[in-house]
Nanobody, 117 residues
């Protein structure tokens, strides 16, 4: 069983920045593909960013390209989401997801991001 703990959310004005962190309890963290997913009030979950287990391949939703960066530090079992030029429509609960076909799929509890206009 893998536990993921997100942190770094908060209230920020439009144009500001936040860095989310997701700490994993497993020493095999490097074997997992990582995704950041967000959910705005009344909306379905949206895949924001994905990073492969090797940290080489990263993909982003069109809505965040050029503003968000996903990165991982396998030595610290942590993945980050740097969010710049935040917009009110970025508001939502951000979840970290770790996926490995053999070891399983895990979610964190989420961290709230609120961007005021």
């Amino acid at each position: 069983q893998v536990q993921l703990v997100e942190s770094g959310g908060g209230l920020v004005q439009a144009g500001g920045s936040l860095r989310l962190s997701c700490a994993a309890s497993t020493r095999t963290f490097a074997n997992y593909d990582i995704r950041w997913v967000r959910q705005a009030p009344g909306k379905e979950r949206e895949l924001v960013a994905t990073l492969s287990r090797g940290g080489i391949s990263a993909d982003y939703a069109d809505s965040v390209k050029g503003r968000f960066t996903i990165a991982r530090d396998n030595a610290k079992n942590t993945v980050y989401l740097q969010m710049n030029s935040l917009k009110p429509e970025d508001t939502g609960v951000y979840y970290c997801n770790a996926d490995n076909r053999v070891f399983g799929n895990y979610w964190g509890q989420g961290t709230q991001v609120t961007v005021s206009s």
